[in-house]
């Protein structure tokens, strides 16, 4: 009898199994700890995927939490190259626990990969209605300041995303990337008159940094725009020292 037998089940059997006491929020801690200590040591990619469920729930004492949540961060990439799979699966299913997802992949890939991961998964978002905007907001955020030719096609559709969360994150990834098909969907966020005023100052500065031109539209951006950002003789968006 193999040891998974004894425990009570095939490998990925058992596996599957233990994914009830890892979510488990209340009741003994060291039931959900014991849990994450047996997937730990299962080794196969089964394990991998019920353990990422661990960062799906907040368990009280907060310190608790983040000690267990480290503990299974150390786990899964003691998979190694195991662990990519399940958790590239993990990041496009789950609207929960991006960051921990991407902080995973860093740690086990070069970071041109973990881009093109990302940069999928934002692909597959753009088209998609997401009540809480975080995963969307979060994989922007790791792009931006990024310079990587497959990523500016892909945040472009974010910018008429509904939440404005999305939008100016949107930008602030656009901006320093220069990307001259973005020009004039910025303007129109600026311009259009339905934005906010946040997402307004984000359209303004991603103008700015990106060095645009918008002396075709300058009457609408001076219309909005206010210090210490000005258009500029030659009609390009600065910020005033």
Do not use: C
Request: charged share 25%; proline share 6%.
């Amino acid at each position: 009898m193999g040891i998974f037998d004894f425990l009570g089940g095939s490998g990925p059997e058992k596996a599957l199994k233990l994914k009830s006491k890892v979510t488990q929020k209340y009741g003994d801690p060291t039931t959900r700890q014991k849990a994450l200590q047996q997937l730990g040591e299962m080794k196969i990619p089964e394990a991998v995927g019920v353990l990422l469920h661990r960062y799906n729930i907040t368990v009280e004492p907060l310190t608790t939490d983040a000690d267990e949540k480290e503990h299974v961060f150390e786990l899964v990439k003691g998979f190694g190259q195991d662990a990519v799979a399940p958790i590239t699966d993990f990041l496009r299913k789950n609207e929960q626990a991006t960051s921990w997802a991407l902080r995973l992949l860093e740690a086990l890939l070069p970071e041109a990969e973990v881009i093109g991961i990302v940069v999928d998964a934002l692909g597959t978002l753009s088209t998609q209605y997401m009540r809480n905007p975080e995963k969307k907001v979060v994989l922007l955020h790791y792009v931006t300041g990024k310079q990587d030719p497959r990523i500016p096609a892909v945040v472009l559709p974010h910018l008429d995303d509904m939440a404005d969360e999305v939008k100016i994150a949107a930008l602030k990834a656009l901006g320093p990337l220069k990307h001259e098909p973005a020009r004039e969907p910025i303007l129109h966020v600026l311009t259009s008159g339905d934005s906010g005023r946040r997402v307004q100052v984000a359209a303004i500065e991603a103008l700015q940094e990106s060095g645009f031109n918008v002396q075709a539209h300058r009457e609408k951006v001076e219309s909005v725009i206010s210090e210490p950002f000005f258009v500029d003789g030659g009609g390009v968006v600065k910020r005033r020292s």
